[in-house]
């Protein structure tokens, strides 16, 4: 089965987008250069202000015929080749799709809020042509509205970034509850919580080292970090270009750091790495 990694916090300006979109372009990357039988991955964005589609498509112009909103008010018989038909190639790699975010899943949300079976709308018609890659990412809007919902019920693994600051981190446990909550109270026992994500961190700062070092001796979430990405200017560089931090800084502590990351999600899919 693919895998799914849904990111998700209901905080705003943790660098979701920007782990969301690096992380899937570090898994082509790093898919390609294994030369794994199949190195696509699709990014699904379904935040309305479509900040991963913008970065990894150049546009965040897609509308009613040709984005996610498409998908999810879609008759659900036919939402499977509508989602394929509106998936589009990241200008980054020819391996990496994106399924587009538009303005108009606002007007989606409020529309199918007491639906039956709204929550499903991009689970089962992403279980139809998942297979087709190797992994598939969701970038989520900061919030646990009914489209983040969409993609928890629509994920195998939930990643949830955060910076080193007091309220985030504190706000983290109910975080991870909240997603153990959508688990078992949608019966979705596929879900797991697979990590938690520090960024923007900076050493030089006593505040950050105190509170990464206390996160890493609580004895339930020391165990979820998987990742610290160090605070570079370059990555948000790299978002004003639209490009990719690994294209813009390749030499950067940020690439590295994501590079990493995307290593322990390839070792998880049992993709050997070759020496």
């Known amino acids: 089965m693919s895998r799914t990694i849904v990111l998700t916090n209901h905080k705003g300006g943790v ?7 690096n992380l899937a372009y570090g898994l082509v990357r790093l898919l390609t250069n294994l030369e794994a039988p199949n190195p696509r991955v699709l990014l699904i964005d379904t935040d309305s ?7 990894t498509s150049g546009r965040s ?17 036919d939402a499977a080749s509508i989602l394929t038909s509106c998936v589009v190639p990241s200008h980054w790699d020819e391996n990496l799709h994106v399924l587009p975010a538009s303005p108009l899943l606002e ?3 409020r ?6 079976g709204a929550p499903y709308r991009l689970a089962e018609p992403l279980s139809r042509i998942a297979s087709h890659y190797a992994v598939v990412v969701i970038d989520t809007r900061p919030s646990f509205s009914l489209l983040t919902e969409m993609g928890l019920l629509a994920a195998t693994d939930a990643l949830v970034p ?3 600051r007091y309220l985030e981190t504190v706000g983290l446990q109910s975080v991870i509850n909240k997603i153990i909550d959508i688990r078992e109270g949608w019966r979705h026992p596929e879900l797991r919580v697979s990590g938690i994500v520090v960024t923007k961190m900076d050493r030089r700062m006593k505040g950050h ?3 990464v070092e206390s996160l890493q001796a609580h004895p339930v979430l020391g165990k979820l970090l998987c990742s610290i990405i160090p605070a570079n200017e370059a990555v948000a560089y790299a978002h004003q270009t639209h490009q990719s931090i690994f294209a ?7 690439s590295y750091a994501y590079a990493q990351l995307a290593r322990l999600f390839v070792k998880q899919i049992a993709i050997p790495e070759r020496a």
């Not at 202000?49 to 970065?55: D, K, M, P, R, Y």
């Open 61 to 77: 112009d897609y509308g009613r015929d040709d984005s996610l909103y498409t998908v999810i008010t879609a008759e659900r018989k």
């Open 107 to 109: 007007i989606a949300e």
């Open 15 to 21: 660098g979701k987008s920007t782990t969301a979109t």
């Open 49 to 55: 202000q479509s900040h991963a589609t913008l970065v």
């Open 111 to 116: 529309e199918l809020i007491g639906v039956p």
């Open 209 to 211: 080292i105190e509170l």
């Open 248 to 254: 813009y800084a390749p030499r950067s502590s940020a």
């Open 162 to 164: 955060v910076e080193p």
